[in-house]
């Protein structure tokens, strides 16, 4: 399959099976803005719950945050991002296409370091610009790259009057941590180390937004913070690597599709920075970033604050400034990676299917209940019966009686259902050997086997557990 038709289907099966729309549609839609349709917000809030147990209920260290998305303008200078936070940008004098001069410079293997300034960047990209043709219209004719802050502004109360001035989104969710880091020790009490896990909106005036949910304008980011102490970081952040690695795995994401890969240019805040990359249609691109942030970050808040961000050691009395060691998943790309990974075609009884081989614990739908025939209402009965019985064992269970019954397992096979249970005549009690059993259909291999009611929901009890 080429991997740009694969993006298409993924896009599109996303639309039509209610995983993911484009925002505003009916506007002629707004880019870099994506909505989760009724099968996504269930994918989506899968995956949440997956890192929220084992960032947070996993650990005995770590603290869950839900901070503010507006913060005090202040903020956004302490933290670097007022005046650090952009991308080299230029515009094709011939169709206005604007681009990313740090990423087309990649792509003719130059780099343009973050530090960089604006002369210094222009100097590289005169160097390169023969090479560079724009996308759209193939012109070689850009205008000067100029850097191009990605905050995104906005207003608070009465904004029209004098004086009052602007307030950003976040640029990053998790500054919202390091703002109540002080509460959370007066609070909790913890003890150095401790970590503070957390998922937030983000929002970035991206010059070109790209591959569906890679590169949007909002989006959300599940971050963790550890706070520790000087110098201790090493190994603390080798474990931080590996853990996040083996999340990625009991998603069910493939071993193979993922890599890591360490940043030779660093963005201001970082002393050291891995990405874990995924296997994405167009090649290996970043779902989420691993940051040494020091103690950057605290020392930057006291000094715009003059809070005391100190932490004093209850044992030795030692008082420091933590150090910090982040994990920053861009959420979307997490939940882009694994319907990609999950997204297979297969032959089926001599016929093609598409089918998402999700992991039963973050499927949108457990499992999907049937009456052999829709015309029959003791069949119907029975089977509202069992999907009551097994709305126990979980609340995502579909029913769907439309259609022949090969037809009700495809539709089912394409949104990544694991399971499918029908009730038939047996069922009721017309082979009496067979009375309460019912078929269990299986997603990957589309075996099925003849269980009682109550094995059936231990069966999906045990795989989404
Ligand atoms: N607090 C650290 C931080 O924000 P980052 O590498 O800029 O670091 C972390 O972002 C993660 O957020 C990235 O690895 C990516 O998954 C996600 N992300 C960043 N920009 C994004 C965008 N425009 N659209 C979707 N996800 C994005």
Redesign the pocket.
């Known amino acids: 399959m080429a991997d740009q038709n694969l993006m298409e289907k993924i896009v599109s099966l996303a639309k039509r099976r209610g995983f993911v729309f484009p925002g505003s549609e009916i506007y002629g839609g707004l880019a870099g803005i994506y909505d989760f349709g009724p099968r996504g917000v269930e994918l989506l809030n899968n995956i949440k719950k997956v890192w929220w147990s084992a960032n947070v209920y996993e650990r005995d260290n770590y603290y869950g945050l839900d901070s503010g998305m507006f913060k005090n303008p202040r903020v956004w200078e302490a933290s670097g991002h007022t005046s650090g936070f952009s991308d080299p940008m230029a515009e094709c004098k011939k169709c206005n296409t604007r681009i990313r001069v740090d990423k087309v410079l990649e792509s003719v293997g130059a780099t343009a370091d973050e530090k960089m300034s604006e002369d210094e960047i222009n100097e590289l990209f005169d160097a390169h610009r023969a090479e560079i043709a724009c996308a759209k219209c193939d012109a070689h004719d850009f205008s000067r790259a100029r850097k191009f802050n990605l905050l995104v502004k906005s207003n608070l109360g009465d904004f029209t009057s004098e004086g009052n001035e602007a307030v950003y989104l976040p640029g990053?969710a998790?500054q919202g941590i390091y703002l109540d880091y002080k509460n959370i020790v007066d609070s909790m009490q913890p003890k150095i180390p401790f970590g503070v896990a957390q998922i937030g909106k983000?929002f970035?005036n991206?010059i070109s937004p790209r591959n569906f949910l890679?590169?949007?304008?909002e989006?959300e980011?599940a971050?963790t913070q550890l706070f520790i102490k000087p110098n201790e970081n090493k190994e603390a952040y080798e474990q931080m690597k590996k853990d996040r690695w083996n999340w990625y795995l009991s998603l069910g994401i493939k071993e193979e599709n993922l890599r890591f890969k360490q940043h030779e240019n660093l963005v201001f805040y970082a002393k050291d920075a891995w990405?874990i990359e995924y296997k994405f249609p167009w090649g290996f691109d970043?779902?989420?970033?691993i940051?040494d942030r020091t103690d950057y970050d605290l020392s930057q808040h006291m000094k715009f604050s003059n809070a005391n961000l100190h932490y004093t050691d209850p044992e030795t009395g030692e008082k420091y400034i933590p150090w910090i060691l982040?994990t920053?998943?861009?959420m979307?790309?997490a939940f882009l990676a694994v319907l990609v990974d999950a997204y297979h075609e297969d032959e089926l009884g001599g016929e093609t299917r598409v089918l998402l081989r999700l992991s039963p614990k973050i499927a949108p739908v457990k499992a999907m209940v049937s009456p052999l025939l829709k015309n029959k209402p003791e069949l119907v009965a029975k089977a509202r019966e069992v999907r009551a019985e097994l709305k126990r064992v979980h609340p995502a269970i579909a029913w769907d009686d439309n259609g022949n019954i090969g037809k009700r397992y495809r539709r089912q096979d394409e949104i990544g259902t694991p399971f499918c249970v029908t009730i038939d005549f047996d069922t009721l009690g017309e082979t009496p050997e067979l009375k309460d059993t019912v078929t269990l259909r299986h997603r990957d291999t589309g075996a099925q086997e003849r269980l009682t009611i109550a094995e059936v929901a231990e069966r999906i009890r045990s795989a989404i557990e």
């Open positions: 990053e998790c983000a970035r991206e890679f590169r949007t304008r989006f980011q971050d990405d970043e779902v989420e970033g940051h982040e920053s998943m861009g979307g790309r």
